[in-house]
């Protein structure tokens, strides 16, 4: 597999860097991006991350907005403006900035969850919770007939 995938927790140093895990640096590699795009989500208190396709992805969204209105204006300052690229080390390490401390309220340890095209930072224990929520979510989606299906 060629995106994110799994989950892996590690321990910030005493600079402040953590180790992102080799199969994402791997990944950010095959996708030819330099260091790890990040944004605050705007849907959990976690960061998102990762390379060129998560880019990609949201300039599709941008593009079916029409330039120089309020909507792609408010999504481009989201997640363009609120952005930042973090250079990793030659050990593969990142130094986590304030803001993605501040907003995955992120002290000793951070959690780094694979989601395909992009992966987020997590607090542990957050993270925990979050995983036991969506894992209900994901079974209800899977157990809820499909549209096509819906009519039969």
Not at 69 to 84: C, K, Q, R, V
């Amino acid at each position: 597999m060629s995106g994110f995938v799994s989950h892996y927790t590690n321990r910030l140093d005493a600079k402040g860097r953590v180790s992102v895990p080799a199969s994402f640096r791997q990944a950010l590699t095959r996708d030819g991006f330099e260091g790890l795009y990040c944004f605050p989500s705007l849907h959990q208190s976690a960061v998102d991350a990762g390379g060129h396709q998560l880019v990609s992805e949201i300039q599709k969204r941008l593009d079916g907005l029409t330039t120089l209105t309020e909507d792609h204006d408010a999504l481009s300052t989201a997640l363009f403006g609120a952005s930042e690229t973090l250079k990793i080390d030659g050990d593969g390490r990142v130094m986590l900035s304030d803001m993605i401390r501040e907003h995955a309220e992120v002290t000793d340890q951070v959690t780094f969850v694979g989601q395909g095209f992009k992966f987020q930072i997590w607090e542990p224990e957050r993270f925990r919770a979050h995983r036991a929520d969506a894992m209900k979510r994901a079974m209800a989606v899977l157990s809820s007939p499909k549209p096509s299906e819906a009519g039969r």
